[in-house]
């Protein structure tokens, strides 16, 4: 009888996961992300370039990933500012330290190193981060979540069921083959660097790469434009900079001004 109450209990709270709301957040957090490594990029470089995660659309998937997890798992403290803040900052940690691991293991690139930064765990993630992760999570949760859930809310009471239902499903399809085409495209680069400079694990012939990079998306160019900040990790070449291997075009969009000093406000 115990067991019959609690796979009840289990359907039921299967049943109240909220998929769709899930894809939007990811979705949004992603774009706001993106905007906020862009207008990073500005401040501390100088140039307009690209800070998406995926070869299409403009998502920086750590933010949205990181939000998620606050939203779902600081949602009991939503009134106590001190534990939205200190959890919001473990969970930013965590976020970014493993999925710079994760990349690092099976991408076999790194899109930062934090290795100068004061306080710094194995240059994945450092002090001075871990407090903006508190910072966001404070205006995530307090502010723009509740926000966003209202507007959700009444997108649905406007929209037709099925309406709704079709646009969530070619999101999450959109995404899913985004993410696809990205892990062939970054396995494919590093077969392709692995040859060139005889580093290891490359499961790619010659004839394949050359076949593989006559489609424009996998080209060098374009992927050095996508990921302009993308280093080799792991090997001899641990912490290269990709563009400095290959003679490309500038991998920025536009030049606002000079950055040829270090006086960034940031570190």
Not at 83 to 108: N, P
Request: glycine fraction near 4%; include cysteine; hydrophobic fraction near 45%.
């Amino acid at each position: 009888m115990e067991n019959v109450i609690l796979k009840d209990k289990f359907n039921l709270n299967i049943k109240k996961i909220d998929i769709a709301k899930f894809v939007i957040y990811f979705t949004f957090y992603s774009f706001i992300g993106f905007c906020i490594e862009s207008s990073y990029g500005i401040i501390t470089k100088g140039v307009i370039e690209s800070r998406q995660s995926f070869l299409f659309g403009p998502f920086c998937a750590i933010y949205g990933i990181g939000a998620i997890f606050m939203i779902t798992l600081l949602k009991p403290f939503n009134k106590n500012l001190i534990a939205i803040f200190i959890g919001s900052s473990i969970i930013g940690a965590l976020t970014e330290y493993l999925m710079s691991l994760l990349c690092e293991i099976y991408l076999h690139f790194k899109w930062w190193d934090y290795s100068d930064y004061f306080l710094n765990i194995n240059g994945r993630t450092c002090l001075f981060f871990v407090v903006i992760w508190g910072f966001l999570g404070v205006l995530l949760v307090r502010i723009i979540n509740p926000k966003l859930d209202n507007f959700i809310y009444k997108i649905r009471k406007k929209i037709n069921k099925k309406v709704f239902n079709f646009a969530i499903f070619g999101l999450t399809l959109f995404l899913i083959i985004d993410i696809f085409l990205t892990t062939f495209a970054l396995k494919y680069f590093y077969a392709k660097i692995s040859i060139d400079y005889d580093l290891p694990n490359s499961n790619y012939s010659i004839k394949k790469l050359n076949n593989i990079k006559k489609i424009k998306i996998f080209n060098e160019n374009n992927l050095l434009k996508i990921y302009p900040n993308m280093r080799i990790a792991g090997n001899k070449f641990d912490n290269v900079f990709i563009d400095s291997l290959y003679n490309v075009s500038p991998t920025y969009y536009l030049k606002i001004f000079d950055k040829t000093n270090n006086d960034s406000i940031f570190p």
